[in-house]
């Protein structure tokens, strides 16, 4: 079956614009994860959904970060006034949400350049 | 709190021989998952194997395995008979298993370039 996809793969922003990156899971997966990924660097966790709701946001950076999940399935992660902190790489992940030995399926991640 | 570390720096392996990386780890949690993920250029993360922490043998998917050294707190990935394709960045990374059934995010570790010599 399809695996967790997102768009766009390339955005380039002005400093100061706002940018909202998509994330399509695999279809029947309850649980979704946003990390960012800085060059050269492991993967930081941002925000984990279960179904629709958000019980842990402890790595989103700041107010400027947002996400929402709607349907249970698209999640959209959205960065307003960007700054060139912001460039990176920023990986969706999807699991089936049973926990134990819940494997996380990532997406080829979208690449955020602030200029 | 948890944390992953990778220290070593890049690795290099002939074709067809095996090679270990290394991971150490440190949790207060009584019951956790380790995974291991591969990275190509490409930049897409690729599950590669999984050992929660009360299993009793170490895990095996293919040639890779997991030497789990529980007292240690060291999971190192074992890549037998290395391929051309092996060559990318590997990450250690560990989760919190909450027995709720809640599911919890990953830690990562730096991660270490493995490099396969033809």
């Known amino acids: 079956g399809a695996g967790v996809s997102q768009s766009p793969s390339n955005k380039v922003t002005e400093k100061g614009k706002d940018v909202e990156l998509r994330c399509d899971p695999i279809s029947g997966h309850t649980a979704l994860y946003w990390y960012r990924q800085r060059l050269g660097q492991g993967l930081e966790f941002l925000i984990y959904?279960?179904?629709?709701?958000?019980?842990?946001k402890s790595g989103l950076p700041s107010d400027r970060f947002s996400a929402e999940r709607t349907g249970e399935s698209v999640s959209t992660l959205t960065i307003q006034r960007t700054q060139q902190e912001d460039s990176a790489v920023y990986l969706c992940a999807s699991s089936l949400g049973i926990g134990g030995a819940d494997t996380q399926y990532f997406g080829p991640g979208t690449r955020l350049t602030v200029l | 709190a948890q944390k992953i570390t990778q220290t070593q720096p890049g690795m290099f392996v002939q074709e067809k021989e095996a090679v270990t990386l290394d991971c150490t780890y440190d949790?207060?949690?009584?019951?956790?998952?380790l995974f291991w993920y591969k990275q190509p250029s490409s930049g897409e993360m690729i599950f590669l194997i999984y050992q929660g922490s009360y299993d009793q043998q170490n895990a095996t998917e293919g040639r890779y395995s997991l030497n789990f050294q529980k007292a240690r707190k060291s999971a190192n990935l074992v890549i037998s008979a290395s391929q051309l394709g092996d060559s990318a960045m590997y990450f250690c990374?560990?989760?919190?298993?909450?027995?709720?059934?809640?599911?919890?995010?990953?830690?990562f570790g730096k991660g270490i370039t493995l490099s396969v010599r033809p």
């Open positions: 949790t207060s949690d009584p019951s956790y998952g």
């Open positions: 959904f279960q179904g629709n709701s958000a019980p842990d």
């Open positions: 990374a560990m989760r919190e298993l909450i027995r709720t059934g809640a599911n919890s995010k990953l830690t």
